[in-house]
């Protein structure tokens, strides 16, 4: 595979999305870059965001989240890059290992590993990915608004994933771009569209 795949993180309430949606109408006319997210539009994708709103047991919501990412790959990630293709996804693997590395805690032991070892040998490791950085008080109160807060936006939780993310920092400090998420819009922007460029070359 030739192309790029840069993956956008952060906990809920970091600016990610909003900043996907910046770049998507900035590379509009770009027919080599592609834009796609986790969970995906397809089916698998539907009952991932059907298990979150359920409350659904741990390990199933987990296998539907990786099962959905399986789905991506092959329609999506992997023929994107075979094709010189420029690849952005909003959330990604990264995303797993830190939210249901926090929602596994205490059921599985040492999770957040376990679920990188699932995904070892067959998912496709970005070649860089900015990580929107955010006090877990400032994330929420940027959702609190939203019509439906859901599990994963509570401020407990999120200083674990937080966390979770900062430790894969740790583990491949080469890949990650960190953006401080709490500075003024223009200058997260101003940073992210130059790590996106930079990591296109």
């Known amino acids: 595979m030739t192309g790029k795949l840069i993956t956008l993180e952060g906990i809920d309430g970091s600016g990610k999305s909003t900043m996907r949606k910046r770049l998507e109408h900035h590379f509009r006319d770009d027919p080599g870059v592609i834009f796609t997210r986790e969970p995906t539009r397809d089916w698998t994708g539907e009952a991932v965001n059907r298990a ?7 390990l199933a919501e987990l296998f539907l989240f990786v099962a959905d990412h399986a789905n991506h790959l092959s329609r999506t990630i992997r023929p994107a890059l075979e094709n010189n293709k420029t690849v952005i996804s909003d959330r990604y693997s990264d995303s797993r290992y830190a939210y249901q590395g926090a929602t596994l805690n205490g059921i599985i032991n040492k999770p957040m590993e376990w679920v990188i070892e699932i995904h070892k040998g067959w998912t496709v490791v970005p070649d860089s990915t900015i990580l929107f950085d955010v006090s877990p008080e400032v994330a929420v109160s940027r959702v609190g608004n939203r019509d439906h ?3 994963f936006e509570k401020i407990s939780f999120l200083e ?4 979770n993310y900062l430790r894969l920092v740790d583990i491949q400090p080469e890949r990650f ?3 401080d998420a709490e500075q003024p ?4 922007e101003q940073a992210v569209f130059k790590a996106v460029k930079d990591n296109m070359a």
């Open 52 to 58: 979150i709103r359920e409350e659904t047991d741990h």
């Open 185 to 188: 819009f223009s200058k997260v």
């Open 177 to 179: 771009i960190i953006v």
């Open 149 to 151: 807060q859901t599990k």
């Open 160 to 163: 674990q994933v937080r966390s």
